[in-house]
């Protein structure tokens, strides 16, 4: 995996004239901190977070994926790109480390999670009315740390109105059978958004047949970047 600068520019890879990625972490680094480091689990510093732009008869949609990245590296994000912020935007977050709270806050002396103002900002640039993604089992009104009822909370105030249909988990997405259920068979309803000249549309959810994978049917729009004109479904 190629490391980004250190600056506020990442590294921008364009796959064609509407599809760019723009990979914003790890920093050089912070790949090197996680060689020397101890305890293992600072592997997840060294996460790929990049955000994906398509583009649909010009429209952006724009997609932020954060891997399992904690807090010192959103902190750090956050510091490269303030002069930058566009940079960071966003339609659609996966909330980072399966929801998990170490994504937005530090442990202090006193054992409470204490929330950094650079993490929610550098997650916090939502475009348009915006969608969240726990992809995690289902976040409960606990003290759970992974996935994180305080962290839910958190993202519901980056969206428009706190719209809690617009923070959307699959372990209890109506009409699919649970992400980690051991009742489950092995075919998740997914989550589908349907990628538009005016950003994301979150599909209809699929009828009441919980062991029926939902179908992904194809959308004629005219779109000829694949050499067929059909909307991009993710």
């Known amino acids: 995996i190629l490391a980004a600068p250190s ?10 004239r509407n599809i760019e990625a723009h990979v914003i972490s790890p920093v050089q680094q912070e790949l090197e901190d996680v060689i ?8 997840n510093n060294s996460s790929l ?10 429209g952006a949609n724009r997609i932020l994926l954060g891997g399992d990245a904690n807090v010192d590296v959103w902190d750090r994000v956050w510091e490269n790109y303030k002069d930058n912020a566009d940079k960071l935007g966003w339609h659609i ?3 980072p480390h399966h929801c998990s709270i170490d994504a937005l806050a530090r442990l202090n002396q006193e054992g409470r999670y204490e929330y950094c103002e650079n993490a929610l900002k550098a997650l916090g640039q939502v475009e348009g009315d915006g969608y969240i993604i726990s ?3 289902e976040v409960k009104q606990n003290e759970d740390t992974q996935p ?4 839910r909370n958190q993202y519901l105030k980056m969206l428009k109105d706190g719209d809690e249909a617009r923070f959307l988990n699959p372990d209890n997405y109506a009409y699919g059978p649970l992400l980690y259920s051991p009742h489950q068979d092995d075919k998740p309803e997914p989550v589908i958004f349907t990628l538009t000249k005016q950003g994301p549309v979150l599909d209809e959810r699929a009828p009441a ?3 029926m ?7 004629e729009t005219g779109n000829d970047e694949f050499g067929y004109k059909w909307n991009l479904k993710v």
Request: overall charge positive; glycine content about 8%; aromatic content about 8%.
């Open 135 to 137: 992809s995690s089992t």
């Open 7 to 16: 600056s506020g520019s990442g590294l921008i890879k364009n796959f064609s």
């Open 49 to 58: 977070i990049i955000r994906w732009t398509i583009k649909v008869f010009g």
């Open 36 to 43: 020397s480091a101890a305890d293992i689990t600072e592997i």
């Open 209 to 211: 047949t919980p062991h």
């Open 148 to 151: 994180s009822w305080e962290a």
């Open 213 to 219: 994978p939902g179908k992904i049917e194809r959308v």
């Open 93 to 95: 977050l996966l909330a």
